[in-house]
């Protein structure tokens, strides 16, 4: 079964740098998202992607995150300098065009020391 | 903006029970989704619903849009059935829209 693939797993980095987390979605997926969940909370939704562009973002993700889509195939968020409250599981997802077959990634757990 | 509740927030059952996860939410949707999500933390998309009824397996989930309510049930629960379930909505709108997430159930199921 296709799968969404994120990397690494696990990120330690520390306040101030930049991080890029990386995801290759499913390949005739349409639709591109990039969701957190802090430690013991709900998931939140950051940003969502659609024809090489922003479709819709959270209040969330400001000015220190960007998403791109370099090369048709990955999706990357970029987090520009971390906050240790930026520490949390960083989930992309995929979906075809009717969103029908919604896939999650197995996630990025990023922690900011 | 879409308030997506969750009952109960912790279930513990004995292996076998029928189990119920309820869901309400309190703006119109195109859609809601069930996900599992394991102790690792990886999400697992169960369902997706417009209307009406699906089942898969063991897995059943229902939605009522006009009461908007949505229930998982679990027949012949099995320890391994042990996970947190989420429901999650997308507003009216396509596919760009992302999702808006409940607290989840903390199920756990004893042999």
């Known amino acids: 079964e296709p799968e969404v693939t994120q990397t690494p797993s696990h990120q330690v980095t520390q306040m101030g740098q930049e991080v890029i987390l990386r995801c290759v979605p499913i390949?005739?997926?349409?639709?591109f998202y990039w969701y957190r969940q802090i430690l013991g909370q709900k998931v939140e939704f950051l940003v969502s992607?659609?024809?090489?562009?922003?479709?819709?973002k959270s209040e969330i993700f400001d000015d220190q995150f960007s998403v791109e889509r370099p090369d048709g195939s990955n999706f990357t968020l970029k987090i520009r300098s971390t906050k240790l409250e930026d520490s949390a599981m960083y989930f992309c997802?995929?979906?075809?065009?009717?969103?029908?077959?919604?896939?999650f990634g197995s996630g990025t757990r990023l922690t900011v020391v | 903006k879409n308030e997506v509740e969750q009952s109960p927030q912790n279930l513990t059952a004995q292996e076998g029970e029928f189990i119920t996860i309820n869901c309400s939410y309190s703006?119109?949707?195109?859609?809601l989704h069930w996900l599992q999500q394991h102790p690792g933390g990886g999400i697992v998309s169960l369902f997706m619903?417009?209307?009406g009824k699906k089942k898969h397996g063991r897995l059943i989930a229902t939605i009522n849009i006009q009461e908007k309510h949505s229930s998982l049930h679990i027949t012949a629960s099995h320890p391994r059935d042990s996970a947190v379930y989420i429901c999650?909505?997308?507003?009216?709108?396509?596919?760009?829209?992302?999702?808006?997430f409940g607290k989840g159930t903390h199920l756990i199921i004893q042999p």
């Open positions: 997802a995929s979906s075809d065009r009717q969103a029908y077959g919604y896939t």
């Open positions: 390949s005739n997926h349409l639709y």
């Open positions: 992607f659609y024809n090489n562009e922003i479709s819709e």
């Open positions: 703006v119109g949707i195109s859609a």
């Open positions: 619903l417009s209307s």
């Open positions: 999650a909505v997308r507003s009216s709108g396509g596919g760009a829209d992302g999702l808006t």
